[in-house]
């Protein structure tokens, strides 16, 4: 059963779409760490949940004119004559609307713990310091973290909207450090690696990843990041068949 319909329009009010980015050929899905939390997000509700969604990819070196009108940033949701493209708002907006499964948290420790390692990251990729030290430190903390809580998720035994940000992330830095940097996250970092092997076994998580090639795509695109070697170049080439790192150490 769709449920009622928006308006007499014949769309069901329980479903939304979204537009994420688009990998390299323009057509498949890419890699952009906010798009992936929102469609886990989507993913989530809808396999607990009431709502339905389509998932649509743009090139935004060439949006369609039909999106031109809706906005010029990714990702973004639409929910019958409901546009939005702020990150924060599409995340209230789906726990208003949808709130079933509750996926909200109110753990500010866990929180926190988050905020500073990805733009260390995004320092570390782009070169601004070649060292990994200030990268190292947030893991680490982070690291203590999991390991202190001792849960399975952030916040607790079940996934959150903090671990639908925070799992993107840290697959971005997995797959683009040791591809442009060849660095890795240390397998020391033992409960950082159970907590994304944890996410590895999740269906969602799966089936919301983008692949190695897509993520090297995103990165090796700006022009502050490495250039790769013509070694590398053959390796990552999304021309080659999808591959998915979800192996822990």
């Given at each position: 059963m769709m449920g009622d319909t928006n308006g007499g329009s014949g769309v069901p009010t329980n479903y939304v779409q979204l537009y994420v980015k688009s990998g390299e050929n323009g057509l498949n899905y890419g890699a952009c760490p906010f798009c992936q939390m929102v469609y886990m997000i989507l993913d989530l509700k809808a396999r607990e949940g009431e709502l339905t969604y389509d998932v649509i990819t743009i090139s935004m070196s060439r949006p369609p004119e039909e999106f031109k009108k809706l906005a010029n940033r990714l990702p973004v949701l639409k929910h019958g004559d409901e546009i939005l493209s702020d990150n924060d708002e599409i995340v209230q907006y789906l726990d208003k609307n949808f709130p079933y499964p509750d996926l909200r948290y109110d753990n500010f420790e866990a929180n926190a713990v988050c905020l500073n390692f990805f733009s260390k990251f995004s320092f570390f990729i782009k070169q601004v310091k070649n060292s990994p030290e200030s990268l190292l430190k947030e893991l680490g903390s982070l690291d203590a973290f999991l390991e202190k809580a001792g849960m399975p998720y952030l916040c607790g035994e079940t996934i959150s909207n903090l671990d639908c940000l925070v799992l993107p992330k840290l697959q971005h830095i997995r797959?683009?450090?040791?591809?442009?940097?060849?660095?890795?996250?240390?397998?020391?970092?033992?409960?950082?690696?159970?907590?994304?092997?944890?996410?590895?076994?999740?269906?969602?998580?799966?089936?919301?990843?983008?692949?190695?090639?897509?993520?090297?795509?995103?990165?090796?695109?700006?022009?502050?990041?490495?250039?790769?070697?013509?070694?590398?170049?053959?390796?990552?080439?999304?021309?080659?068949?999808?591959?998915?790192?979800?192996?822990?150490?």
């Amino acid at each position: 059963m769709m449920g009622d319909t928006n308006g007499g329009s014949g769309v069901p009010t329980n479903y939304v779409q979204l537009y994420v980015k688009s990998g390299e050929n323009g057509l498949n899905y890419g890699a952009c760490p906010f798009c992936q939390m929102v469609y886990m997000i989507l993913d989530l509700k809808a396999r607990e949940g009431e709502l339905t969604y389509d998932v649509i990819t743009i090139s935004m070196s060439r949006p369609p004119e039909e999106f031109k009108k809706l906005a010029n940033r990714l990702p973004v949701l639409k929910h019958g004559d409901e546009i939005l493209s702020d990150n924060d708002e599409i995340v209230q907006y789906l726990d208003k609307n949808f709130p079933y499964p509750d996926l909200r948290y109110d753990n500010f420790e866990a929180n926190a713990v988050c905020l500073n390692f990805f733009s260390k990251f995004s320092f570390f990729i782009k070169q601004v310091k070649n060292s990994p030290e200030s990268l190292l430190k947030e893991l680490g903390s982070l690291d203590a973290f999991l390991e202190k809580a001792g849960m399975p998720y952030l916040c607790g035994e079940t996934i959150s909207n903090l671990d639908c940000l925070v799992l993107p992330k840290l697959q971005h830095i997995r797959v683009a450090c040791k591809a442009l940097k060849d660095f890795e996250i240390p397998s020391s970092m033992k409960a950082i690696w159970r907590y994304m092997g944890r996410a590895y076994t999740s269906t969602t998580f799966r089936k919301t990843c983008p692949s190695d090639q897509e993520i090297v795509y995103h990165w090796r695109m700006k022009a502050e990041t490495p250039h790769l070697s013509e070694e590398k170049m053959k390796v990552y080439s999304t021309d080659t068949e999808p591959r998915f790192s979800v192996d822990i150490p």
